[in-house]
Nanobody
């Protein structure tokens, strides 16, 4: 089954940085917006950032100015650069493909998901 593959998670101190890549098969990537979500224990899966095919971006208020989403349409990879990390950023981070080229906030409008990668920020 076609699936997205995230990597790059780990343990980092507050104030540090991580970069999360997400690889996708070409035919699943080139025509769709891509997004990142995160889910902390006992909480819902929350929107983090999204990017459309032409590079337009959208961010959650909680990460605006600290996180950057980007995509490489040749490598079929989307990235989440996370700077100035805080303990409240601790979660499993998921990459997802939008059902269209729109940068939806709702996870229900994304139709393909990765397995998730754990990010833990220590204080």
């Amino acid at each position: 089954q076609v699936q997205l593959v995230e990597s790059g998670g780990g343990l980092v101190q507050a104030g540090g940085s991580l970069r999360l890549p997400c690889a996708a098969p070409g035919r699943t990537f080139s025509s769709y917006a891509m997004g990142w979500f995160r889910q902390a224990p006992g909480k819902e899966r929350d929107f983090v950032a999204a990017i459309n095919v032409s590079g337009g971006t959208r961010y959650a208020d909680s990460v605006e100015g600290r996180f950057t989403i980007s995509r490489d349409n040749v490598k079929n990879t989307v990235y989440l650069q996370m700077n100035s990390l805080k303990p409240e950023d601790t979660a499993v981070y998921y990459c997802a493909r939008s059902s269209t080229n729109k940068r939806w906030v709702s996870p229900h409008l994304y139709d393909m998901w990765g397995q998730g990668t754990q990010v833990t920020v220590s204080s």
